[in-house]
Nanobody
Framework: QAQLVESGGGSVQSGGSLKLSCVVS???????MGWFRQAPGKEREGVAS???????RYTDAVKARFTISRDHAKSTVLLQMNNLVPEDTAMYYC?????????????????????WGQGTQVTVSS
């Protein structure tokens, strides 16, 4: 059974850093994977994605601050978040397009992902 389990969220001050982890089980860690976030009262939005070959994509709001990567040995997808700002406060979700190697230009479309984690909360205070 495909499963994703996130961890690493927490509370930090503006300018701080956090590293989120998503442990993959039930399928190979070489498919399209994405990180999404949802702030209170807002729609869930794509933050970053990584293809099976390591190609990465980011939403403009996090470029140069966030880095998505894989640790194949640990079957984990990571999201390193630096220089956090209060606008980054949200529940962060890991998602997978099982069976698809490439995320493509539609990487941020929620309905393309068929497996989701339970989320991990990130809170950034000013």
């Amino acid at each position: 059974q495909a499963q994703l389990v996130e961890s690493g969220g927490g509370s930090v001050q503006s300018g701080g850093s956090l590293k989120l982890s998503c442990v993959v089980s039930g399928f190979g860690n070489n498919v399209c994977m994405g990180w999404f976030r949802q702030a209170p009262g807002k729609e869930r939005e794509g933050v970053a994605s990584i293809d099976g070959d390591g190609t990465t994509r980011y939403t403009d709001a996090v470029k140069a601050r966030f880095t998505i990567s894989r640790d194949h040995a640990k079957s984990t997808v990571l999201l390193q978040m630096n220089n956090l700002v209060p606008e980054d406060t949200a529940m962060y979700y890991c998602a997978a397009q099982t069976g698809y190697y490439y995320c493509g230009a539609s990487w941020s479309s929620l309905n393309r992902y068929n497996t989701w984690g339970q989320g991990t909360q990130v809170t950034v205070s000013s």
